[in-house]
């Protein structure tokens, strides 16, 4: 798996996927309270390991083991949880009937879950097709319990269950309630409520087409579709403006076939003046699905007649594309230059203009690579890509070797777009053209400002390697005034979170749930009442509380998740900037001991391993990548096979790639055998590691005069590029943190 960090606000915690039918809302109050509630627990207690075992394997021993705590405890807050556990596991194991028993046996217990009870009793009673104890269950859910997150959800429950019992305004009237934020289940359940009843029916068509044309991405879009189809009102005319939102949303999310069935409909509906438009996105449908005999196709049916600059843009886009994939470089480029003339400023040519770039960066044509990115940066300057490709068209300036007009570029990365994620990378190059010309003052300028302002970054750990090895005595005194400029007009180190890790004062409600629920191992529950908690209120503990909560559950990758997502800036700032707490679970050490041994042995470097594991698998011993490898170190069953018979390891089949210590020692001696295949070079063994051993050989071969920084720097793969960056970093990260020593 190769994991990037996510740019979502702070302490928005990664989605949980929940272990019932239901996924619970965010919520905007607190649960309410006794006026007097009892002290925090801690979230061990004599259940958990039971719960933890059963949730985990439902076998007739796991059952026996909470059953005898429920039985033990009779009404008592435990006997509450061991309930839920139960009916949580027959869940799991689909039976319904004995989940809403062990869930009605929960309710009561001290009531300070009985909302738990109630809901989940109520979505086992939905998957019976149960509606009337649905609507039994939830007839006072919002009375009974005031605030509880679980009130968006149980509306959506119980309105569809009024629904299955022709109550269609009593359904209504309870979403409408519900209705902000926008959520799409609970908007296709009110556009049934609405159309069932003649009164309404027009705001019921409304809300199913918001649905369907503004949320094409929903799973309850596609639903709501059919509806409106089978009641004749999915039009939108004249020209389909609402289409075409909606068919651009489903491309971009590379949701084809979808996007395919859409333009089929249209061309079929539409006037002869729209269907050239709805064909032409068709073939950029089919292009982009690798399906090039069917663009081709379609792209013939085109009237010869002279076309819309639209549609003109659509056509020429796709034939490049094609073009290129076919590798006629000639075609292609003629496509691009009457691209340029026909259509120079849609925004299919900017991105003809990067695909090209990327066809060329890989073919190893630099100069065409370089045009092509610049093109599209100055071309079009406020597109959210502009800095990207003019980075990239830099550094290509950089391997071209022009350097003056690649230091003149570094300058403008960092003036024209001083907050992308590119300048770290220019003032690391720019530094290294001036020390190349000797005035070592100003490079020392530049990479002690990279170093202090981009703490972490892969570029400020090259900056300090290169500051130990200027001379003081070489060249002028002073920088230029100009880089002084430049330093000084670099945007500020941004504020670190407030983040707290001590909850011995905090008396809050959702805290004494969220831990009551960890003591039973409910633990995706007990993180989402934590969520609301931030949600709802300044909680700065709510963090690193639920790092505690999922890491005590063995749960150590989606802390780390948890909190990449929540403070995604992480490597701006040093280690006094957030608890240690909060660092130690960014850069957790778990199997520690036998990644030090088996790195030894393999004479590696612990960190660099632990490092290469969090960026493969975040420490998810469960990790399965698309390409189907497996575990901590992500490891192909046929190369698992193939070193297993190398250490003589016994018995080994692909389900050993899911044991942390099998995984380790597998895999720190395949990065061994990339490392001596490279020579000792731990860059292109990190390389090879992610791309392929006969690509990085490749590479290497292009341009065997870079040194490695520039290699790196030159990989045309971004996710190899990147991970690389990645991985080194990390190393400097952990051994900040943890020293040098294992």
């Not at 359940?189 to 029916?201: H, K």
């Not at 700032?573 to 030090?596: A, G, N």
Request: net charge neutral; with cysteine.
């Amino acid at each position: 798996m190769r994991c990037r960090p996510s740019l979502i606000p702070l302490l928005l915690f990664v989605s949980i996927t929940f272990s019932t039918a239901q996924k619970l809302p965010a919520a905007k109050h607190t649960v309410s309270h006794p006026a007097k509630p009892a002290p925090i627990p801690s979230s061990d207690s004599e259940l958990k390991l039971p719960a933890h075992r059963l949730l985990a394997a439902r076998n007739k021993t796991n059952y026996a083991a909470v059953e005898s705590i429920a039985a033990a405890h009779k009404n008592d807050q435990l006997a509450q949880l061991a309930w839920m556990v139960l009916g949580q596991a027959h869940s799991l194991d689909g039976d319904w009937k004995k989940a809403a028993d062990a869930f009605r046996h929960s309710r009561g217990h001290a009531a300070a879950l009985d909302d738990y009870s109630d809901a989940l009793l109520a979505t086992t009673l939905q998957a019976q097709n149960d509606s009337s104890g649905v609507i039994e269950t939830l007839a006072d859910f919002e009375q009974l319990h005031p605030g509880s997150i679980w009130a968006r959800d149980m509306s959506v429950v119980m309105a569809n269950a009024l629904l299955e019992s022709n109550r269609q305004d009593a359904a209504a009237g309870l979403l409408v309630q519900h209705r902000a934020p926008y959520r799409s289940d609970i908007e296709l359940s009110l556009g049934r409520a609405w159309i069932a009843n003649t009164q309404t029916s027009e705001l019921g068509i409304g809300a199913l087409r918001d649905l369907y044309f503004d949320h094409p991405l929903a799973n309850e879009s596609q639903i709501a579709g059919q509806l409106l189809r089978g009641a004749g009102r999915l039009e939108d005319a004249p020209s389909y403006p609402r289409y075409r939102t909606r068919i651009a949303s489903l491309i971009a999310a590379k949701k084809y076939a979808d996007a395919e069935d859409d333009l089929h409909e249209l061309i079929k509906r539409s006037d002869p003046v729209e269907q050239p438009f709805f064909a032409a996105t068709l073939a950029l449908t089919q292009y982009k699905a690798n399906k090039i005999k069917d663009a081709k196709r379609t792209l013939s049916s085109l009237p010869a007649q002279p076309l819309s600059q639209d549609v003109t843009a659509l056509r020429l886009y796709v034939e490049a594309g094609i073009a290129r994939s076919e590798d006629d470089d000639t075609t292609s480029k003629q496509r691009m230059d009457d691209f340029r003339a026909a259509a120079p400023g849609d925004p299919l040519f900017r991105d003809a203009l990067i695909d090209s770039g990327n066809h060329f960066l890989l073919k190893q044509d630099l100069a065409t690579a370089e045009q092509r990115y610049y093109e599209a940066a100055i071309r079009f300057p406020n597109s959210g890509s502009a800095a990207i490709y003019h980075w990239k068209a830099s550094w290509l300036s950089y391997r071209l070797g022009r350097k003056e007009e690649a230091a003149q570029r570094f300058e403008a990365q960092i003036t024209k777009f001083p907050g992308s994620p590119d300048v770290p990378a220019a003032l690391y190059w720019l530094a290294r053209l001036y020390a190349q010309q000797g005035n070592t003052a100003a490079a020392r300028a530049i990479w002690s400002k990279l170093s202090d302002r981009y703490r972490n970054y892969y570029y400020s750990e090259l900056a300090r390697r290169d500051l130990r090895s200027l001379s003081a005595s070489e060249g002028p005194a002073e920088s230029p005034a100009s880089v002084t400029q430049l330093l000084d007009a670099l945007p500020p180190t941004p504020s670190a979170p407030t983040l707290a890790t001590n909850v011995v004062s905090v008396d809050d409600p959702h805290l004494r749930r969220a831990r009551l629920l960890a003591s039973a191992s409910l633990t995706d529950f007990a993180v989402h009442e934590l969520q609301a908690a931030s949600q709802a209120e300044r909680a700065p503990w709510a963090l690193a509380e639920t790092a505690r909560i999922l890491i005590s559950d063995d749960r150590i990758h989606t802390a780390l998740r948890t909190v990449k997502t929540a403070v995604p800036n992480y490597s701006q700032w040093d280690f006094s900037s957030m608890p240690r707490e909060i660092w130690e679970t960014l850069f957790p050490r778990p199997h520690w001991q036998t990644l030090v041994q088996q790195s030894q042995t393999n004479k590696l470097d612990p960190a660099l391993m632990a490092a290469l594991i969090r960026q493969e698998s975040e420490f998810n011993p469960g990790a399965v990548s698309p390409a189907k490898a497996l575990g901590l170190m992500q490891i192909l069953p046929s190369v698992g096979k193939q070193l297993a018979k190398q250490t003589k390891m016994k018995g080994f089949n692909a389900n050993k790639l899911f044991d942390p210590d099998v995984n380790i020692k597998l895999g720190t001696k395949y990065f061994r055998e990339i490392t001596d295949a490279e020579h000792g070079e731990v860059v292109y063994a990190l390389a090879a590691y992610n791309a392929g051993e006969s690509r990085v050989t490749n590479w290497r071969a292009a341009a065997p005069s870079l040194d490695t920084s520039e290699f790196v720097e030159s990989i045309p793969f971004t996710e190899t590029r990147e991970y690389v960056m990645a991985i080194l970093r990390n190393q400097m990260i952990y051994k900040k943190l943890y020293g040098n020593t294992p």
